[in-house]
């Protein structure tokens, strides 16, 4: 199963330029669409699940022309948006019974089969009886995987589904996605780089509507390797540093002191130490060079 983006833009009326000239292929597994907030990911997210056309360019999954035929891809995708809105009065059971319905799955029989997987994937069996309003935000997402996966989906978008959750229940709900990932072709976009760094056999890194970098986490970080230098500096020592080396992040102590981290082929100077670079550093390197 491939997913192929060919030469996508998209501008809107007000003028943001939200795609540019975009080239993305996607494999079998998690991948990972990191990116800033305004970067372009949900627009992305939305022009592959058919919510909006492109100005240019051309999507194919599977033999499916996406942009022309919108409807044969809606039957094999399934997708959770930021804002997951639910019905307040009805159980979950009930609930994901009428989302099967509306999927096409006529048979009762049928329908009580694949809810009860889909309750037990995402580990919300065991409260399917409880109305889906009183459910806790991480709950809520998983619920919200519960019915994309009805229709067995080859295709799976999850936009920024982590954003908001206590740290308990974004521990649960990337096991579900971990669990649900080896078998689809599962796009995650997100901003925050644990996330990918956790479940993602492959990561792109998007902004201004292009992809600054796309490979493995294991070598993308390895192409840092010796080049992520770090330093403490003094609160006043930043700015100075900040001007006369290439400082991608910086991270306060509990002494108020800082720890920055350079991106530099050779060692800035003898107040630097080699540091072991991270997926964080590559994501931080790619927006910077991108300024």
Known sequence: MKLQISNLSKTYPNGVKALDNLNLEIGTGMFGLLGP??????????TIATLQKPDSGSITFEGINILENQMELRKILGYLPQE?????????????????????ISSSKDRKIIIKEVLEVTNLYDVRM???????????QRFGIAQLLLNNPKLIIVDEPTAGLDPAERHR?????????????????????????ELCTEVAILNGGKILNQNTPAA???ALENKIWTKVVSRDELEPSEKEFNVISSNYNQDNTLNIRVFSETQPNETFKKASPQLEDVYFVALKNDQ
């Open 84 to 104: 997951f809105g639910v019905y307040p009065s009805m159980s979950a059971e009930k609930l994901l019974d009428y989302f099967a319905r509306l999927k096409g």
């Open 173 to 197: 709900f990337l096991n579900v996605l971990r669990e649900i990932g080896t078998n689809h072709t599962v796009i995650f976009s997100t901003h925050i780089v644990d996330d990918v760094k």
């Open 130 to 140: 409880k109305n889906v309003s009183g459910y806790s935000g991480g709950m809520k």
């Open 37 to 46: 907030n305004g970067a372009g990911k949900s627009s992305l997210m939305r």
């Open 220 to 222: 993308a970080v390895e």
